[in-house]
C-alpha cells in the first residue's frame, strides 16, 4: 500500500530563519563534514523595502530528496541512489568514483566533492539519526522551528500538519525537468531564480560516451560476432574431413 | 593457409614433428590474462549499470552486485582485480623486457610487405574471390593485427584505470578528466573484445588452427600446420635446425680429433 511507504521530506518557513547557522554547525558535527564544504546552507536574500518598512528574508536551503533524481540519472556506478523505504536520496561512497558527473546534474547544486574524502557528497537526511526515529541534526537544533522534517505520506506529522496550516506553499522548480522536490517552502514566497536553479548539465564527454561510443562498440562487436556465427554455421556444414585421422 | 600439396605420408610425417612456439612464461601469462579478463569483463558490464549506459539486463547486473554484496564491493572488487592484472601484466612484460619482449617486438611484430598482400588476399577470400595468400612468419597479418589492438588496449585500459581507482586522490580541478577517461575506457575494451571475437573463434572453433590452439597449454606446434600456415617461420625453424645439426657434428668431429692418440695420427700420416 502506498501510504505504509514513507517519504521524508522537509518543510521549511523562511520568517522563522533567523541568520543564527546553529544547524550549519549542527550538520557539520553529526556528519564530519570538512570545513572547506557545507552540506547544508541559509541564503541570506538581501534587504527588500524602503526604510523604515524593510524586510529581509533568510532561506534555510539543502538537498530537496527529489522524486525524480537528476543526480540519480546522472551517476555512472549507481553510488546515489534514492532509499525505496523513504525516498532520502544517499551516496554510497563505496561505490563513488568520485567522476564529479552529479554536480552539474543537480539543478539546486546541492552536491560538493568532499575534500578529505576525494568523493561526492550531500545533505542525506542524517539517515542516521533517522534510523533512531529521530530528525535531522538541523531540524532538531533549529531554535526558531523554521526547519521540519517528516513524513510527507503521513498525515499527522509535523510537516503534513504545517503544510495543511501553510498560507502559501512553494516547491523550487528545476529548469526542464520535473525533479519533484521534497522541500516545501512554507508561509513566504522564495524566489527560485535567487537561488539561482538551473537545468540539469550532461557534460559532452558524457553525451559521446552514451550517444557514440556504445553503440558503436556494441555494432562493432555484434557485426563481428554475426560474422563469426556465418563462419562457424559454413564450417558445421563442411565438417571436418582433413584433419580427421 | 598455404595451397601447397603434400601427400598423406608426408602429412602424416609432419603433424608428428613438434615444433615449439611458446615458453612457458608466455602461457601462463596468456591464461593468467584470459581469467583476468573473464572476472574484470563480467564485473565491469555490470558495473555499466545506469540505465543510460547499461549494456547488459537488470539481472545481470543484480547478479554481481549481490554476489560481491552491494554496489560498493562490486567496484571496490573491479579496482582490486583490476590493480593485480595491471601488476602482474607489467611485472611480467618489464622483467622479460629485454629478453622476451624486445626480441618479440623485433622479429614478430612489425609489418612485411607479404603482411600487406595477406589483408588484400584475406579480403578477397572473404569476398569469395580467388585468393592466394602470401607465406607469414610465427604470426600472421591478421594475428599482428589484432597484437596491436591488444597491446594498445592493454596500455590504454590499464592506464585510465589507474588514474581512476585513484581518481578521488585528484585535486577537483582534474576531476573533468575521469568524465573521458571512463568512455576511453570502455572503447579500449571494446576495441578489444571486437578483436576477441576472432582470437576466440579461431583458437576454440576453427579446425585448422587446432595446433595453434593446443600450443597455448603444452607450447608445441606440430610442423604441418607450422608449414603450410607460418611458413616463413616454419623455414627459420629448419634453418635453427640445420644450423644446430652442423654444429653438433663438428663438435663431434673435434671430439674425436683430439681423442685420437698422436701414434695413430702419425701412422695414417
Given at each position: ?68 533524481p537528476?543526480c540519480v540519472?546522472a551517476c555512472p556506478s549507481q553510488a546515489t541512489y534514492k532509499r525505496k523505504?523513504?525516498?532520502i536520496v544517499v551516496i554510497d561512497q563505496d561505490a563513488c568514483i568520485g567522476c564529479?558527473?552529479c ?8 552536491r560538493?566533492?568532499n575534500?578529505?574524502t576525494g568523493k561526492a557528497d550531500k545533505?542525506d537526511?542524517?539517515v542516521q ?117 | ?45 555490470a558495473l555499466?549499470a545506469n ?10 547486473i543484480?547478479?554481481?552486485s549481490h554476489?560481491f554484496g552491494g554496489v560498493g564491493q562490486l567496484v571496490q572488487a573491479h579496482k ?88 578521488y ?101
Amino acid at each position: 500500500m502506498a501510504n505504509q511507504v514513507k517519504k521524508y521530506g522537509f518543510v521549511i518557513d523562511p520568517r522563522r530563519c533567523i541568520d543564527c547557522r546553529a544547524c550549519l554547525v549542527a550538520c557539520r558535527a553529526e556528519n564530519n563534514v570538512p570545513l572547506d564544504n557545507t552540506r547544508i546552507w541559509v541564503y541570506d536574500q538581501g534587504v527588500v523595502g524602503e526604510f523604515p518598512n524593510l524586510t529581509q528574508q533568510f532561506v534555510p536551503y539543502n538537498c530537496m530528496h527529489c522524486d525524480n533524481p537528476p543526480c540519480v540519472a546522472a551517476c555512472p556506478s549507481q553510488a546515489t541512489y534514492k532509499r525505496k523505504a523513504d525516498g532520502i536520496v544517499v551516496i554510497d561512497q563505496d561505490a563513488c568514483i568520485g567522476c564529479g558527473l552529479c554536480l552539474p546534474a543537480c539543478p539546486y547544486h546541492v552536491r560538493f566533492v568532499n575534500t578529505q574524502t576525494g568523493k561526492a557528497d550531500k545533505c542525506d537526511a542524517c539517515v542516521q539519526r533517522v534510523a533512531q526515529g529521530e530528525a535531522p541534526a538541523c531540524v532538531a537544533t533549529c531554535i526558531g522551528g523554521s526547519r521540519l522534517f517528516g513524513d510527507l505520506n503521513d498525515p499527522l506529522s509535523e510537516v503534513s500538519i504545517a503544510l495543511a496550516q501553510a498560507k502559501t506553499i512553494k516547491q523550487l522548480p528545476a529548469v526542464g525537468v520535473d525533479t519533484g522536490p521534497n522541500l516545501y517552502y512554507i508561509n513566504d514566497p522564495v524566489d527560485e531564480q535567487q537561488l539561482a536553479v538551473t537545468a540539469p548539465h550532461m557534460p559532452a564527454s558524457e553525451a559521446i560516451y552514451q550517444k557514440l561510443i556504445i553503440p558503436g562498440i556494441l555494432a562493432a562487436v555484434g557485426t563481428m560476432f554475426l560474422g563469426q556465427a556465418v563462419a562457424f554455421a559454413k564450417q558445421l556444414r563442411k565438417g571436418e574431413s582433413e584433419y580427421d585421422e | 593457409m598455404s595451397d601447397e600439396i603434400l601427400s598423406l605420408a608426408e602429412r602424416k610425417r609432419l603433424r608428428a614433428k613438434k615444433i615449439k612456439k611458446h615458453g612457458l612464461a608466455n602461457i601462463l601469462t596468456h591464461w593468467f590474462n584470459v581469467a583476468s579478463w573473464v572476472i574484470l569483463l563480467s564485473t565491469g558490464l555490470a558495473l555499466l549499470a545506469n540505465p543510460n549506459l547499461r549494456i547488459m539486463p537488470q539481472g545481470y547486473i543484480d547478479f554481481f552486485s549481490h554476489l560481491f554484496g552491494g554496489v560498493g564491493q562490486l567496484v571496490q572488487a573491479h579496482k582490486v582485480f583490476g590493480l593485480i592484472w595491471l601488476f602482474v601484466i607489467s611485472y611480467n612484460v618489464l622483467l622479460g623486457f629485454r629478453r622476451y619482449f624486445v626480441p618479440f617486438a623485433r622479429k614478430r611484430m612489425l609489418l612485411t610487405s607479404d603482411d600487406l598482400s595477406w589483408f588484400r588476399e584475406y579480403g578477397k577470400k572473404l569476398l569469395g574471390l580467388k585468393y592466394h595468400l602470401p607465406p607469414q612468419d610465427a604470426y600472421n597479418a591478421g594475428q599482428k593485427a589484432f597484437g596491436y589492438v591488444v597491446i594498445l588496449g592493454t596500455v590504454t585500459i590499464g592506464l585510465t584505470g589507474l588514474i581512476m581507482t585513484f581518481a578521488y586522490l585528484l585535486p577537483l580541478e582534474l576531476r573533468g578528466i575521469v568524465q573521458w577517461l571512463r568512455p576511453l575506457h570502455f572503447l579500449a575494451v571494446g576495441g578489444i573484445v571486437t578483436g576477441l571475437v576472432i582470437h576466440v573463434y579461431m583458437a576454440a572453433f576453427f579446425p585448422e588452427e587446432k595446433s595453434a590452439f593446443f600450443s597455448m597449454f603444452n607450447g608445441d606446434v606440430d610442423a604441418l600446420y607450422a608449414r603450410l600456415h607460418h611458413k616463413k617461420w616454419y623455414e627459420d625453424k629448419l634453418k635453427e635446425e640445420r644450423a644446430y645439426e652442423l654444429k653438433v657434428r663438428l663438435e663431434e668431429l673435434e671430439a674425436r680429433e683430439a681423442e685420437t692418440p698422436e701414434t695413430e695420427k702419425q701412422a695414417t700420416a
